[in-house]
């Protein structure tokens, strides 16, 4: 019984310690926001920088599972932009160096940096 409490402990202090030290630089961009679509043949929730060049390629980002409660939040706040169903915002990350599926209409699921997302804040 001591050994498997020690097992379980072990894994436990091991899997946080991951996510602590994964993650890249902290950084802070302006972005644009987009709520869950999918119903409409959309994506998932996801973040694009705002690069203020429509020749550059489009930089998305997927927040990860305990940030994304702060991408939701910052959706049910801000005001939507009701031409480009986006909203313009402040936002301050740190990439976790994986690439993951974002999930899309149509069945596509493009590979996309993931993100925790620290804080978002209207521009």
Do not use: H
């Not at 409660?69 to 990439?95: D, H, M, W």
């Not at 940096?113 to 804080?119: D, F, G, N, R, Y």
């Amino acid at each position: 019984m001591k050994i498997l409490l020690f097992i379980l402990l072990a894994t436990t202090l091991t899997c946080q310690m991951k996510t602590a030290t994964n993650l890249g630089p902290e950084r802070t961009e302006p972005a644009f926001i987009y709520a869950n679509n999918l119903a409409v043949d959309g994506c998932e929730e996801f973040v694009r920088l705002d690069k203020g060049d429509s020749s550059s390629v489009d930089v998305m980002y997927k927040p990860t599972t305990a940030s994304l409660p702060i991408l939701q939040k910052a959706l049910s706040t801000i005001p939507i932009n009701v031409i480009s169903s986006e909203r313009a915002v402040t936002i301050r990350f740190a990439e976790t160096g994986q690439q993951v599926e974002l999930q899309c209409g149509w069945a596509s699921r493009p590979k996309v940096a993931e993100i925790e997302i620290l804080s978002i804040a209207k521009r």
